[in-house]
């Protein structure tokens, strides 16, 4: 005996006949769409991981970055301030602890008025160890220090023809403008910064 959508079994009760089509979408994942299914996941998990790194690294890379700027103008700042006044650039200077000394490529003495006093004293910026320093020709090496953590830090020197705007390279003791370019380190970042300073004095000396 059947009835419609359903089949009748002696002794047992009646039990709905379910169709193909709706036991084929009820039998569950296999095992190959499981593991289908976890290498989508987990790919997706490496990318977002990966995407995150490389914004926590390029915001590490941004500070050390803004670090280094900061400490590099705070210390050409206290070089330019000194050397703004200075008379000369002294290229190879007889002075206390400077004797011996020579201004170049790496270093530079340079003459500069004595605070309250009409005589003159002798500073010069140097690079020792990775380290900047400003020292005084009456102090003991290596004088106070400027900036740590620099990769070079170099000086040239120029002459500028007040009349025709002309700035040649000149040696130092013919110098009456100097370029300054420092280079340091922070974490990843390595930047490097330049400035230029006029000395006041000696221009005013030249004219």
Not at 18 to 24: H, M, N, T
Not at 153 to 159: D, S, V
Request: hydrophobic share 40%; with cysteine.
């Amino acid at each position: 005996m059947k009835r419609y959508g359903r089949s009748w079994m002696p002794g047992g009760p009646f039990r709905p006949k379910v169709p193909a089509a709706i036991r084929q979408r009820c039998r569950g994942l296999s095992l190959v769409e499981m593991l289908v299914a976890a290498l989508v996941l987990s790919f997706l998990v490496a990318s977002t991981a990966a995407v995150y790194q490389g914004g926590e690294k390029q915001q590490r890379t941004a500070r050390a970055y803004s670090l280094a700027q900061t400490d590099i103008r705070r210390a050409l700042q206290r070089i330019t301030r000194t050397a703004r006044h200075g008379y000369q650039v002294v290229p190879t200077s007889n002075w206390g602890t400077f004797a011996g000394q020579s201004s170049g490529m790496h270093q530079l003495i340079v003459e500069v008025p004595e605070p309250g006093a009409t005589s003159r004293a002798q500073v010069r910026f140097y690079i020792q160890d990775g380290n900047v320093y400003a020292q005084r020709q009456n102090v003991p090496s290596p004088g106070i220090l400027l900036i740590e953590g620099v990769q070079a830090l170099e000086f040239r020197y120029y002459q500028t023809d007040p009349g025709t705007g002309a700035r040649p390279e000149v040696p130092p003791d013919q110098a009456t403008e100097v370029e300054i370019t420092l280079t340091a380190v922070r974490g990843p970042a390595v930047t490097t910064v330049k400035a230029y300073v006029n000395l006041r004095n000696a221009i005013g000396a030249s004219l």
